[in-house]
């Protein structure tokens, strides 16, 4: 810290001691970060080791996916939906649905692989 010569030597002292004081709380703080980030780091690859064993997506595992609610379907068409049509509808139609979608993530694979690897 530069002096102040606007103020006496015991004076710029005890401003320099001060910001000693903070710089070493300011390093304290930046360690205990770093030990924190690196616990979070430790916590989300538990997290990931977790998933994998459920089969469970985290963020880093991001998957393409699609569902439809009855409320979607309502919503989309201005119809009133039964509980028991919105069953048999989907029983009926759930796999043709995964199916589809399933071809069409297909299809938009190979083009965006096309566009991207120039292939």
């Known amino acids: 810290m530069k002096p102040n ?3 006496s030597i015991k004076e710029n002292q005890r401003l320099n001691m001060s910001s000693k004081t903070e710089e070493r709380k300011v390093d304290a703080l930046k360690v205990a970060l770093r030990a924190i980030s690196k616990e979070l780091d430790e916590i989300g690859k538990e997290v990931d080791e977790i998933g994998d064993r459920l089969e469970i997506s985290t963020p ?16 989309n068409t201005g119809e009133r939906i039964s509980d028991e049509d919105w069953e048999q509808f989907v029983e009926k139609c759930q796999d043709g649905f995964a199916d589809e979608v399933s071809t069409i ?10 566009t ?4």
């Open 105 to 114: 993530a297909m299809e938009w694979w190979n083009d965006h692989s096309k």
């Open 116 to 119: 991207e690897h120039g292939d």
């Open 5 to 7: 010569f606007g103020v």
């Open 60 to 75: 880093e595992k991001i998957t393409l996916w699609q569902s439809i609610e009855k409320k979607h379907m309502e919503y």
